[in-house]
């Protein structure tokens, strides 16, 4: 799994740069992660419609609890994005067939990423 928040010792953010088609943060429009990374696109939040990723990028996380789900209690860490610290879903820690995915709910927009930089 994938989970970056590198920051130097100047205060510098390191973003990864993830190349071709991927989901961005919808409040800054950082890259979160490929399409290709998609396990599901049926997966269901208590806010609505969400995506479950095998990886991500440019998230950082938070404190782990235990969490209520539609499938058991699961060990759960709330994800954020690292540039602008907008809330994004949640990680299993350790999930209904020992993954640990992440799901993303809501807050990405599918698009293509620049590739000539």
Same mark, same amino acid.
């Not at 998230?59 to 539609?70: I, L």
């Given at each position: 799994?994938?989970?970056?928040?590198?920051?130097?010792?100047?205060?510098?953010?390191?973003?990864?740069?993830?190349?071709?088609k991927?989901?961005?943060?919808?409040?800054?429009?950082t890259?979160?992660a490929?399409?290709?990374?998609?396990?599901?696109?049926s997966?269901?939040?208590?806010?609505?419609?969400?995506?479950?990723?095998?990886k991500?990028?440019? @998230?950082? %996380?938070? &404190?782990k *609890?235990?969490?209520?789900m539609? $499938?058991?209690?699961?060990?759960?860490?709330?994800?954020?994005?690292?540039?602008?610290?907008?809330?994004?879903?949640?990680?299993y820690?350790?999930?209904?067939?020992?993954?640990?995915?992440? @799901?993303? %709910?809501? &807050?990405? *927009?599918?698009?293509?990423?620049? $590739?000539?930089?």
């Amino acid at each position: 799994m994938t989970c970056y928040r590198e920051i130097d010792r100047m205060g510098r953010l390191f973003l990864v740069n993830l190349e071709g088609k991927s989901y961005s943060c919808r409040h800054c429009n950082t890259n979160i992660a490929l399409c290709s990374d998609v396990v599901s696109k049926s997966f269901q939040s208590r806010h609505g419609k969400a995506y479950l990723f095998r990886k991500v990028a440019n @998230v950082y %996380a938070g &404190e782990k *609890e235990d969490r209520m789900m539609m $499938t058991g209690m699961h060990t759960v860490v709330d994800i954020y994005c690292v540039k602008c610290g907008s809330y994004l879903g949640w990680r299993y820690v350790c999930g209904p067939d020992e993954n640990n995915y992440l @799901v993303v %709910a809501q &807050e990405v *927009e599918a698009g293509e990423t620049d $590739t000539d930089e």
